[in-house]
């Protein structure tokens, strides 16, 4: 496959994904009616067979490729390694365990054509089963993703002009693993790019199945939390005072579900552990948590 004639480059920032990746190649194999493009494993450091599932693969995907993203660990590490890497100006990102649909990269691409940030709706249920309920995540959303009255595209499912990537930065390779590309948008946004919103671009998302890998999660989500607030600090958000988020921490503890089932308990695990995520990153900042 020659550069010339690719359309748009998908890069999927993997690390030890070789047991799940097969799935998205699969979806990505199928892709009626879309424009030839390439797909970039950018690999974060795997040290499990992920090179043998690729060259397996290239069969059915002519333009997969193998790049190396070991220079650094974090999802942001690989991704901008990917996008580096890309032979086109239009990038479309999605994960190694989750599943586009059919039309995703058709949908994508189109939207664009008139947008410089794109992306889609998320499904958890198709892949997830019962943990799909752990998380305050929709069970399938319907619009951008949205904090602190501010929109973004989640990183599993963003399309992206390379040229708003490279004017913007990149993706911010020093977060904790979670609120990365919610300050690619708003870093974006300050430059006058905005994320467009593509209903028929939908990804089934994977939420971890074991409670200690969805608590683990959580709590990264509320780190990056606080060091999103810490850069930003939008006037919209005003921090905790010590009175106040002491009274938040025991009507959270008070709220623990005695009744309900096991299923309302790792809900409450969850939002517990992002919480707790908040306080700790906030206090290695020296900041008060929002």
């Known amino acids: 496959m020659r550069p010339d004639d690719i359309a748009c480059s998908i890069v999927i920032p993997t690390l030890n994904a070789a047991d799940l990746i097969g799935e998205q190649l699969e979806a990505l194999a199928d892709q009626p009616g879309a424009p030839t493009f390439e797909v970039l494993v950018s690999d974060n450091g795997s040290t499990d067979d992920l090179a043998g599932v690729v060259e397996r693969y290239s069969e059915v995907l002519p333009g997969l490729r193998r790049v190396d993203a070991s220079r650094g660990r974090g999802v942001s590490v690989a991704r901008n390694v990917g996008v580096e890497a890309a032979a086109s100006d239009r990038v479309l990102i999605c994960d190694a365990d989750d599943r586009v649909s059919r039309g995703w990269v058709r949908a994508m691409h189109a939207a664009l054509d008139s947008a410089p940030l794109v992306s889609g ?11 799909a309920g752990w998380v305050p995540i929709a069970e399938r959303t319907e619009g951008l993703f949205e904090v ?3 929109s973004y595209g ?3 499912n963003l399309g992206l002009r390379r040229s708003v990537w490279s004017e913007v930065g990149g993706f911010a ?3 904790p693993a979670g609120a990365e ?32 890998g969805v608590l683990r999660q959580q709590y990264n989500s509320g780190r990056g939390t606080a060091t999103l ?3 930003f600090k939008p006037e919209s958000v005003v921090p905790k005072s010590v009175l106040r988020r002491t009274h938040h921490e025991l009507m ?32 290695r900042l020296g900041i008060r948590a929002p």
């Open 121 to 131: 709706p998320v499904e958890t249920t198709e892949l997830s089963g019962r943990s």
């Open 148 to 150: 602190w009255g501010h």
């Open 154 to 156: 989640i990183g599993a």
């Open 173 to 175: 390779e020093d977060y």
């Open 181 to 212: 590309e919610i300050d690619f948008a708003w870093r974006a946004a300050d430059r006058g790019h905005l994320f467009t919103y593509v209903p028929d671009a939908l990804v089934h998302y994977r939420i971890r199945t074991d409670l200690r």
């Open 229 to 231: 607030y810490s850069r």
């Open 252 to 283: 959270l503890l008070r709220q623990f579900p005695l009744r309900g089932g096991p299923d309302a308990r790792r809900r409450w695990l969850t939002l517990t552990a992002f919480e707790a995520g908040k306080l700790v990153e906030a206090r």
